[in-house]
C-alpha cells in the first residue's frame, strides 16, 4: 500500500508576502488620512486673492485657495505613491526580519516529517511567540522521541521475555516427537498448558507494561514480601544447582500495583542475583515498610563479580550484561542460562510506572545492590 501523497495546493502567497502588503497598505492609509486632514484644513482659507503681507512684494503671484487645493490633490498622489513603495520595499525587509525565526521552525518540522527527531531548534533571543513556539516544539520532539525509544525497548523485553516459555514448549513437544511412546501425556499436556498459561500472561503483562495508565488501571493492594517469596521458591531449583544460598528477611511491605509485572519484576531480580553469582555465592532479599514515609523498598544482594558505581549504574542499560555485552553460555555455573541482558532494563520500567525508584550499586567484597522502592499502600 503506498503512501498517500500530499493533495495540492495553491500557488503559495508567502506570509512576508502578505505582511509586505498589510504594511504598505497601513502606510498608504494613513498618509491618505493625514492628506484628507490637510484637505479639509484648507477648506476654510477664504476663497478670495490673498496679498503679501510686505508692501514690496505685492508684484508677486499669490495662489488662491481652489489653486491650493488643485496642487494638493495633484501632490497627495505622488505622495501615496511614494508612501506604497516605502511600504513595500521596508515591509518586505521588516517581515524578513520577524519571519526569520519561523524559518527554522518550518526546517525543524520538515527533518521531523522525514524521521530526523533529534534535530532541535533551541531558539535563542527574547521570549516572544516565536521562541515559545519553538521551545513547545522542542518539547514535543523530546516527547516523541522518548516514546519511540521506549516503543524500541518495549519490543526487545517482549521479545526477551516470551523467549523462554516458548523454548520450554518447543523443548517438550521436541522429546515428545524423538520418544512418542515413552511420554506422560497427561503430564505433558499439564506442563504445556502452565507454560503456555505462564506465556499469555506474560504477554498481557507486557502489553500493560507498554501503557502506563493500564498499569494504574490494574493496579490492587498486595504484599511485596510473599511476592518476593514466591519468585525465590521459583528459582530454587536453579539456585541448587549453581550453589546459591538465599537469606531472606522478608518484612511486610505493602503496596499497591499490577501483581503480574511485580512478579515479573522479583522474579528478574531473584534470577538475576542467581545467575550473576559465584559458586557457591549466597544471595539476600529483603523487603520493609516505612510508614512515616510512606514508602515500601525491596533489596536483593548477590555476591558475584565487582563493579564500580558507574558501571553498577549502567547495567539497567538495554543488551548490557553483567560481564558485559557478550558472555559464554557453557551451561556450567551461574550465569548459564545467558541471556540478553533486559532484566534490570524490564525492572527499570515496571519501577518507573509505579511511581518508585531502582538503585543499583557495588557491593562490598563484590557482587550487586538493588534496591526497589514504592510508595507503600495504607493498611
Known amino acids: 500500500m503506498s503512501a498517500a501523497r500530499p493533495r495540492p495546493t495553491k500557488p503559495l502567497v508567502s506570509a ?4 509586505a502588503l498589510s504594511y504598505a497598505a497601513f502606510l498608504v492609509a494613513a498618509g491618505a488620512v493625514l492628506l ?4 479639509v484644513v484648507l477648506r476654510y482659507v477664504p476663497n478670495y486673492p490673498l496679498t503679501a503681507a510686505n508692501p514690496s512684494e505685492a508684484h508677486l503671484p499669490i495662489a488662491s485657495r481652489s489653486k491650493i487645493l488643485t496642487v494638493l490633490v495633484h501632490l497627495s498622489g ?3 505613491a511614494a508612501l ?22 518550518d526546517e525543524a518540522v520538515r527533518l521531523a516529517a522525514e524521521g530526523r527527531l533529534d534535530h532541535r531548534i533551541r531558539l535563542t533571543g527574547i521570549n516572544d511567540e516565536f521562541r515559545r513556539l ?27 521475555e516470551l523467549r523462554t516459555p516458548l523454548a520450554v514448549t518447543g523443548t517438550l513437544l521436541d522429546v515428545a516427537r524423538q520418544n512418542p511412546d515413552g511420554q506422560d501425556y497427561p503430564a505433558l ?5 502452565i507454560t503456555n498459561a505462564r506465556a499469555v500472561g506474560l504477554t498481557e503483562a507486557l502489553l500493560r507494561l507498554a501503557d502506563a495508565n493500564a498499569v494504574t ?8 514480601a510473599g511476592t518476593v517469596r514466591a519468585a525465590v521458591r521459583e528459582a530454587g531449583d536453579e539456585a541448587r544447582r549453581c550453589g546459591v544460598t538465599w537469606d531472606l528477611r522478608l518484612e511486610a511491605a505493602p503496596v499497591l500495583g499490577d501483581g503480574a509485572l511485580l512478579a515479573q519484576l522479583a522474579a528478574n531480580l531473584v534470577q538475576n542475583a542467581v545467575r550473576h553469582n559465584t559458586a557457591p555465592g549466597t544471595a539476600l532479599a529483603a523487603t520493609g515498610h516505612d510508614p512515616r514515609r510512606g514508602l515500601a523498598t525491596l533489596r536483593i544482594e548477590n555476591t558475584g563479580p565487582g563493579y564500580t558505581t558507574g558501571t553498577a549504574a549502567r547495567l539497567r542499560e538495554p543488551f548490557l550484561r553483567g560481564e558485559g555485552r557478550t558472555r559464554r553460555r557453557d551451561g556450567r555455573g551461574p550465569g548459564a542460562g545467558g541471556g540478553y541482558g533486559l532484566g534490570l532494563a524490564l525492572v527499570a520500567r515496571v519501577v518507573d510506572v509505579h511511581g518508585g525508584t ?6 562490598e567484597g563484590g557482587g550487586l545492590v538493588v534496591t526497589v522502592t514504592l510508595p507503600a499502600h495504607p493498611v
Not at 137 to 155: I, K, S
Not at 217 to 224: I, R, S, T
Open 16 to 19: 512576508r508576502f502578505r505582511l
Open 36 to 39: 484628507a486632514g490637510v484637505y
Open 78 to 80: 505622488a505622495l501615496l
Open 84 to 105: 506604497a513603495l516605502i511600504g513595500i520595499t521596508g515591509g518586505w525587509f521588516l517581515a524578513g526580519w520577524v519571519l526569520r525565526p519561523l524559518q527554522r521552525i
Open 134 to 160: 519553538a521551545d513547545a516544539f522542542d518539547h514535543m520532539l523530546d516527547r516523541l522521541d522518548d516514546a519511540f525509544a521506549t516503543q524500541e525497548r518495549f519490543a526487545a523485553n517482549a521479545s526477551h
Open 189 to 193: 499436556v499439564e506442563r504445556l498448558s
Open 217 to 224: 488501571a490494574a493496579a490492587a493492594p498486595l504484599d511485596l
Open 358 to 363: 531502582l538503585d543499583t550499586a557495588p557491593r
